[in-house]
Nanobody, 127 residues
Framework: QVQLVESGGGLVQDGGSLRLACALS????????MGWFRQAPGKEREFVAA????????VTADSVNGRFTISRDNAKNTGYLEMNSLKSEDTAVYFC????????????????????WGQGTQVTVST
């Protein structure tokens, strides 16, 4: 059974930085493409960033491009989302997700393609 646990969320001032982590247990992390999504109150869950199994392909949403960086450490079974220059509109619950059975180079950017989800971690940016 795959389990994903996010950490690193919290309260930060406008312009600040946070680093989220997503730890996978129960299976081999390198077997899964990974992604980050977020959901603000009253809004649908939206794509933030995705990374392929081998880390060679990265896709980032336009809204965070240049500010957020996704990465992974397969040896540590952990994925990361480095968030810089945070804005109030980045306030949301952030979820990591894992997709099985994808080619090593394939990054996945839609919610329907993910098989496993974490419980989410709250990120709040204050002005």
């Amino acid at each position: 059974q795959v389990q994903l646990v996010e950490s690193g969320g919290g309260l930060v001032q406008d312009g600040g930085s946070l680093r989220l982590a997503c730890a996978l247990s129960g299976r081999t992390f390198s077997d899964y493409a990974m992604g980050w999504f977020r959901q603000a109150p009253g809004k649908e869950r939206e794509f933030v960033a995705a990374i392929s199994r081998n880390g060679g392909t990265i896709v980032t949403a336009d809204s965070v491009n240049g500010r957020f960086t996704i990465s992974r450490d397969n040896a540590k079974n952990t994925g990361y989302l480095e968030m810089n220059s945070l804005k109030s509109e980045d306030t949301a619950v952030y979820f990591c997700a894992a997709a099985a059975g994808r080619p090593q180079y394939k990054a996945v950017s839609t919610t329907a393609e993910y098989d496993y989800w974490g419980q989410g971690t709250q990120v709040t940016v204050s002005t």
